[in-house]
C-alpha cells in the first residue's frame, strides 16, 4: 500500500463543480453500502449522501434541482463510490477504493507502525518545501476493524483543508475523505472537533464477511442515459478508450479482480444523419437488427454471426476461449442510435457469467423515438 498524497482531483467539491449552494436539509445521515468493498459506512446526522444507487442519486438530485447524470458525473470522473456534505455546506466527505487489489494480508500490530512511521517520514518529504500545501497533521487511528493512517492537509490558495484516511483492508485500498473550506485560524479552533467526527465515521466503516452477493442495485451510466443492474459486491468505474466512452464493473475481492465487464460505447444516430439519414433513432436501430449489418460492426463474416436473447433484448455476439481457460466474450447491440459493446473477461468460463446475463437482460436502454 502506498499513500496517494496530493492528488487534487480529491479535494474538488461537488458543490463547486455544480456551481450551486447544496446544503443537507433535514437530513438524518444513516448507514450506505460502499459498492465494490463489501464494507458499510455511516455519516451522521445533519448529512445529506449521494451514491452510485440509482435511487438514492435521484433523491438527491431532485432535493437540490439538478440531475442525477451529474452525480453520477462528478463521481465516477474522480474515482468516488459516494460522498457527503453536510447541512451548512462546509463539509464534504468522499469516499473511494484504489490499488492494491487481491491483497489477503492484513497488517499486524508491529506491521502497521512500521507502516505508519514510514508514512510519516514520507509525507514529511513530500510536503516539506511544498509552497502551496502543507502538512498539517498526522497520526494513526485503529478501530475493531481497520487500522488507519490519517493525515490532514491544507491547501493554501484554496484555503481548504482535507483529512485523508488511508487503510488496506486486505483486498484494496480504501480511502475515505473530508474536506473543509475554512481559514487555517477557524480551522484551528475546530479542529478538535472535525478530527472527533472524523474518527466516529472511521469507526462506524465495517466490514461484512459473507456479504449478500445477490443484493443488487441500479445505476446510471452518464454518458447515454442507460440504467444497468449491478450487484452491490461490484464496483463501477468509468473510462474513455479512443474517444468512446466506457463502463467498467469489476468484482474486484476475488482472484485480484479477474471478473470485468466492460462496457464500450458509440454515438451511430449524428454519423447517419451526416450521412442522409432522416429517420428516428428507433429506426436506426432496426437497421442495425440485420445481420449482414451487425457483422460488419463486428468485423466478422454473416455466417460466424451467434445471437443470444437475454430479457428482452437480441444481442450479437462472439466467444473466445484462450489456452490457458480463460473466456472473453463479446455482445453488441444497437439502442437508441448508440452502439454498446459488452465484452465480459473472466479466468473461467462460468464463474460470474450469470451476472454478466442479469446486466444484460434487466438493461433499460432509455430508448427515444
Same mark, same amino acid.
Given at each position: 500500500?502506498?499513500?496517494?498524497?496530493?492528488?487534487l482531483?480529491l479535494?474538488?467539491? *461537488?458543490t463547486? #463543480?455544480l456551481?450551486?449552494?447544496?446544503?443537507?436539509m433535514?437530513s438524518e445521515?444513516?448507514?450506505?453500502r460502499?459498492?465494490?468493498?463489501?464494507?458499510?459506512?455511516?455519516?451522521?446526522?445533519?448529512?445529506?449522501v449521494y451514491?452510485?444507487?440509482k435511487?438514492?442519486?435521484?433523491e438527491?438530485?431532485?432535493r437540490?434541482g439538478?440531475?442525477?447524470?451529474?452525480?453520477?458525473?462528478?463521481?465516477?470522473?474522480?474515482?468516488f463510490? *459516494?460522498?457527503a #456534505?453536510?447541512?451548512?455546506?462546509?463539509?464534504?466527505?468522499?469516499?473511494n477504493?484504489t490499488?492494491?487489489?487481491?491483497? !489477503?494480508h492484513e497488517m499486524?500490530e508491529?506491521?502497521?507502525?512500521?507502516?505508519y512511521q514510514?508514512?510519516?517520514?514520507? *509525507?514529511?518529504k513530500?510536503y516539506?518545501?511544498?509552497?502551496?500545501?502543507e502538512l498539517y497533521?498526522?497520526?494513526?487511528?485503529?478501530t475493531?476493524?481497520?487500522?488507519?493512517?490519517?493525515?490532514?492537509?491544507?491547501?493554501?490558495e484554496?484555503?481548504?483543508h !482535507?483529512?485523508?484516511?488511508?487503510?488496506?483492508?486486505?483486498?484494496?485500498d480504501?480511502?475515505?475523505m473530508?474536506?473543509?473550506?475554512?481559514?487555517?485560524?477557524?480551522?484551528?479552533?475546530?479542529?478538535?472537533?472535525?478530527?472527533?467526527?472524523f474518527?466516529?465515521? *472511521?469507526?462506524?466503516?465495517v466490514?461484512?464477511?459473507?456479504?449478500?452477493?445477490?443484493?443488487?442495485?441500479?445505476?446510471i451510466?452518464?454518458?447515454?442515459?442507460?440504467?444497468?443492474?449491478?450487484p452491490?459486491?461490484?464496483?463501477?468505474?468509468?473510462?474513455?478508450?479512443?474517444?468512446?466512452?466506457g463502463?467498467q464493473?469489476?468484482?474486484?475481492?476475488?482472484?485480484?479482480?479477474?471478473? !470485468?465487464?466492460?462496457?464500450?460505447?458509440?454515438?451511430?444516430?449524428?454519423?447517419?444523419q451526416?450521412?442522409?439519414?432522416?429517420?428516428?433513432r428507433?429506426?436506426l436501430?432496426?437497421v442495425?437488427?440485420?445481420?449482414?449489418?451487425?457483422?460488419?460492426?463486428?468485423g466478422i463474416?454473416?455466417?460466424?454471426?451467434q445471437?443470444?436473447r437475454?430479457?428482452?433484448?437480441?444481442?450479437?455476439?462472439?466467444?473466445?476461449t484462450?489456452?490457458?481457460? /480463460?473466456?472473453?466474450?463479446?455482445?453488441?447491440?444497437?439502442?437508441?442510435?448508440?452502439?454498446?459493446m459488452?465484452?465480459?473477461? /473472466?479466468?473461467?468460463?462460468?464463474?460470474?457469467y450469470?451476472v454478466?446475463? !442479469?446486466?444484460?437482460s434487466?438493461?433499460d436502454?432509455?430508448?427515444?423515438?
Amino acid at each position: 500500500m502506498k499513500l496517494k498524497a496530493g492528488r487534487l482531483f480529491l479535494i474538488v467539491l *461537488l458543490t463547486t #463543480v455544480l456551481g450551486t449552494s447544496i446544503h443537507a436539509m433535514e437530513s438524518e445521515g444513516g448507514t450506505y453500502r460502499i459498492y465494490g468493498a463489501d464494507a458499510r459506512i455511516s455519516f451522521p446526522q445533519g448529512y445529506s449522501v449521494y451514491t452510485q444507487n440509482k435511487d438514492e442519486a435521484e433523491e438527491y438530485a431532485d432535493r437540490y434541482g439538478i440531475a442525477a447524470t451529474d452525480i453520477y458525473d462528478f463521481l465516477f470522473s474522480r474515482g468516488f463510490e *459516494l460522498g457527503a #456534505v453536510n447541512e451548512e455546506g462546509s463539509e464534504e466527505y468522499h469516499v473511494n477504493i484504489t490499488g492494491s487489489y487481491g491483497s !489477503q494480508h492484513e497488517m499486524t500490530e508491529d506491521e502497521f507502525e512500521e507502516y505508519y512511521q514510514k508514512s510519516v517520514e514520507e *509525507l514529511e518529504k513530500i510536503y516539506r518545501d511544498a509552497e502551496e500545501t502543507e502538512l498539517y497533521d498526522i497520526y494513526p487511528f485503529v478501530t475493531e476493524e481497520f487500522k488507519f493512517v490519517v493525515y490532514v492537509l491544507y491547501y493554501k490558495e484554496l484555503n481548504l483543508h !482535507q483529512l485523508i484516511a488511508v487503510t488496506d483492508s486486505s483486498a484494496y485500498d480504501l480511502n475515505i475523505m473530508l474536506n473543509c473550506p475554512d481559514e487555517k485560524e477557524s480551522f484551528q479552533d475546530r479542529y478538535d472537533l472535525v478530527k472527533e467526527e472524523f474518527g466516529q465515521v *472511521l469507526k462506524s466503516m465495517v466490514n461484512e464477511e459473507t456479504p449478500n452477493l445477490s443484493e443488487t442495485h441500479q445505476m446510471i451510466f452518464p454518458a447515454t442515459g442507460a440504467v444497468f443492474t449491478v450487484p452491490d459486491a461490484w464496483r463501477t468505474t468509468t473510462f474513455v478508450n479512443e474517444g468512446l466512452n466506457g463502463l467498467q464493473m469489476e468484482r474486484i475481492i476475488d482472484n485480484g479482480g479477474d471478473h !470485468q465487464i466492460f462496457v464500450i460505447v458509440q454515438e451511430l444516430y449524428d454519423s447517419a444523419q451526416e450521412d442522409g439519414f432522416t429517420d428516428t433513432r428507433a429506426a436506426l436501430d432496426k437497421v442495425y437488427e440485420a445481420d449482414n449489418v451487425m457483422a460488419a460492426i463486428m468485423g466478422i463474416e454473416e455466417e460466424e454471426i451467434q445471437t443470444a436473447r437475454l430479457g428482452d433484448y437480441k444481442y450479437f455476439l462472439t466467444k473466445e476461449t484462450e489456452d490457458d481457460g /480463460s473466456v472473453l466474450l463479446q455482445y453488441f447491440i444497437v439502442k437508441n442510435g448508440i452502439l454498446y459493446m459488452f465484452q465480459y473477461d /473472466s479466468n473461467t468460463d462460468d464463474d460470474y457469467y450469470p451476472v454478466f446475463e !442479469q446486466i444484460l437482460s434487466t438493461a433499460d436502454y432509455a430508448v427515444e423515438g
